[in-house]
């Protein structure tokens, strides 16, 4: 089957230098289980090497785009070449002043390919790779051109402060949630704007929502009923570094695991649908889907889900995001999927990469 994304969009470029999808809602949700084989969408490849800290037996890594592979693959040779401290330099979480003696040790480890590609972008290796895609410029230009228009920089560390819950919604409500905020809020974050400078056009096809309220409604959640101190999301947009607070896989108790299972991953420069083409039924008990759907018509969709389904072994997971298209089960797939609405929306309420509007998790009949 082939991709339909793949017909329209450009995947020449990094679009993602991070991954912006919580892994510990992923793997909430997932509830990946030592020796399982899981399938996931690549991205930046944050949570391909999140689900290394369940001990899968394996995790096949796809994506369209050789620039999103080449990112998995900077990463996993961080691991095996640089220290803890040093990964955290190397992508930005950290100041560092060597990043470029940093990924000199981590050449050695890469292809031909992606060794050729990182060394055309010596600019972004220098800044941080966790930097280096469309989607955080988007929010650099945000940080540094929006943000001091709205809020001084004093007011920006004070919500990064940790506070009671009854707290941080006074300062949300008193010195944060101005009039200004939500205009430029509004404009930056519109269709239009997020199109040009942060996402492909492309991608908002199917969606029927306005774009800005969701995101602004989600954002006020992020801020107001999570906690900003613990949100290295929220760290990273607001200040251009992760804090103390980490993601998932860039956390020190994760590091030994993950590098001790990099062996474990396989990656293909494919889409999800031209992959499964080749596999065998009941492949795969594990499936990180990204937010995949939210780029195809409701009939696509449909049957990349039946396709899944030939090649998922009985209690296989999907798990998937909805930004601001609307995707869940079909009906016609009643009898072989079952939604696990409770626990999804459990899980949605306290994702801390807070921009979507769903988060879905279903199981295999």
Known sequence: MQSEAARRADFSAIRYAQVWEDADVLL????????????????AGDNVLALLTKQPSGVVALD????????LDLRIAAYRALSHQELLELMGSRPSTRRLELYAR????????????????????????????????????????????????????????????????AFFDRHWNTARWRLLFRLFFSRAVMGRLGRDPEFFRYVERDVASAILERTTHALRELDPSDNPYVHWILTGTHGQALPCALRAEHFDTIRSGLDRVERHALSVEEYLDRCDTGSFDRFNLSDLFEYVSMDHYRRVLESILRRSRR?????????????????????????????ARALHQSDRAFFYGAFRLEEVL
């Open 64 to 71: 369209l785009s050789p620039a999103q592979l080449a990112c």
């Open 28 to 43: 909430g949700g997932l509830a990946v289980q030592p020796g399982d084989r899981c399938l996931s969408i690549a991205s």
């Open 106 to 169: 981590c050449r050695r480890a890469l292809d031909a390919d992606a060794r050729a590609f990182w060394d055309r972008r010596s600019g972004a290796i220098q800044c941080g790779i966790g930097g280096a895609g469309k989607f955080e410029r988007y929010f650099a230009v945000f940080r540094h051109r929006v943000l001091p228009l709205v809020h001084r920089r004093a007011t920006v560390l004070a919500l990064l402060e940790p506070r009671t819950a009854a707290e941080r919604r």
């Open 315 to 343: 209690g296989a997971r999907l798990a998937y995001w909805n930004m601001l298209a609307s995707r869940r089960r079909p009906d016609c797939l009643a009898d072989r999927l079952r939604p696990l609405d409770e626990l």
